[in-house]
């Protein structure tokens, strides 16, 4: 159920972004004319001024900084970051070279060079300066970016604290805290949230993924449908609400909430997957089979969605092709008890007895194996439980 909206990610690196640029130094007549084109946005002009002063002067940094500069402008990353190493070889104390060095790495989404760059600068920063906040958000955003989500969120909490009117950062925060099951820090980030924007439907989003995570099916449960209300057409809510119905047995409610996120995403294959499962156990099994058809052709690695057509298939008479969809369901997850125990069933209406029992027989060592994993964990719990105290427990 968790997702990572690439929206917000992307809405909150322009808010921070802000222009950064180089300080200049005395003006002399080259290095004016040049400052004077970049001043006017005339960038191919003082590109050509700094080469030409970076051919004059080859040990002088400055011209390969702005050089640079200009390249990150244009969005050319690869090649603003070529000209900050040659002049960070020349002067690696140049004010602001390593910084825009970094942005640079980060615009082009090498977060883990980002970082080698951010790093250091935030031990020379005084802590309440500008520069000091703004190399916090970037660190956060780094590891969020690397998928570190327990060393994001440090970051984006002190982010959010100097910056507490910020949404699409405290969701951002929300959503890092969640991706790291620290999910009162998700209680925590959402109540800031409500306070800002009480609609917020990716909100009650994120606290319904959280509870769910918690194992409070009821009150995820009560969050989605909130989110529902505050924005019908948010990405993911239905399939949301929709999969935790699913999940407690309420399979037409279910089939609602899939039917209209296809209606807000036609090609959302997950809530046409989960949609054919609710129809097959409504019963609509004809209903079902061509948008499983559509679904195994778009992820031909579900185990839940070949399992699914096998059973549409069988119903149909269709028992070659059930056979197919039913040995690949088993296939791609071979701890499946349900694959086996269908291809049990349809063997045993082809007459196929020996077949039949040889896939009762996986069902009934799966099952047991089961069991014996969750004995072995019930039984560690009680051994830790009931050791005294100082006592490590018997591994």
């Not at 140049?94 to 031990?123: H, I, S, V, W």
Request: glycine share 6%; hydrophobic share 40%.
């Amino acid at each position: 159920m968790r997702h990572i909206s690439n929206r917000i990610l992307s809405f909150i690196l322009t808010l921070i972004l802000a222009h950064c640029g180089l300080r200049a130094f005395s003006q002399n007549d080259p290095r004016e004319a040049a400052f004077s084109l970049e001043q006017k946005g005339q960038i191919v002009e003082a590109e050509n001024v700094w080469r030409a002063l970076s051919k004059a002067q080859p040990s002088n940094p400055e011209p390969f900084a702005h050089l640079g500069l200009l390249e990150a402008r244009q969005e050319h990353y690869t090649e603003a970051v070529a000209y900050y190493r040659k002049a960070m070889a020349l002067n690696p104390t140049m004010p602001r070279l390593q910084f825009n060095l970094g942005l640079a790495y980060f615009k082009e989404g090498d977060y883990k060079e980002a970082l080698q760059q951010f790093k250091p600068l935030e031990k020379t920063e005084p802590p309440a300066s500008e520069e000091a906040q703004r190399l916090v958000i970037l660190i956060g955003m780094s590891h969020y970016g690397l998928a570190e989500f327990a060393a994001a969120t440090p970051y984006l909490k002190r982010a959010a604290d100097s910056d507490a009117q910020n949404l699409p950062l405290l969701l951002t925060l929300a959503h890092s805290c969640l991706l790291s099951n620290q999910y009162q820090c998700v209680l925590d980030a959402f109540h800031r949230i409500v306070a800002l924007n009480a609609e917020s439907a990716e909100a009650d989003m994120l606290v319904g993924e959280a509870l769910d995570e918690m194992k409070d099916t009821l009150g995820a449960t009560r969050e989605f449908r909130a989110a529902v209300l505050a924005n019908p057409k948010e990405p993911y809510v239905h399939f949301g609400l929709g999969y935790l119905l699913w999940t407690q047995g309420q399979t037409e409610d279910a089939a609602i909430q899939f039917q209209a996120e296809l209606a807000n995403d036609p090609q959302d294959f997950q809530a046409m997957l989960y949609l054919a499962d609710s129809l097959i156990q409504m019963n609509q099994v004809e209903d079902a089979r061509p948008l499983l058809e559509k679904v195994t052709k778009i992820d031909p690695a579900s185990p839940m969605g070949h399992l699914d057509l096998g059973i549409v298939y069988a119903d149909a008479g269709r028992n070659a092709d059930a056979l197919r969809e039913l040995k690949r369901a088993a296939a791609l997850d071979p701890s499946g008890v349900k694959a086996h125990w269908r291809l049990a069933r349809l063997y045993r209406s082809m007459g196929k007895t020996a077949e039949a029992n040889a896939e009762l027989t996986k069902s009934k060592k799966i099952n047991e194996a089961a069991r014996e994993g969750l004995l072995k964990v019930m039984s560690r719990g009680s051994r830790q439980s009931s050791a005294p105290q100082g006592v490590l427990p018997v591994k």
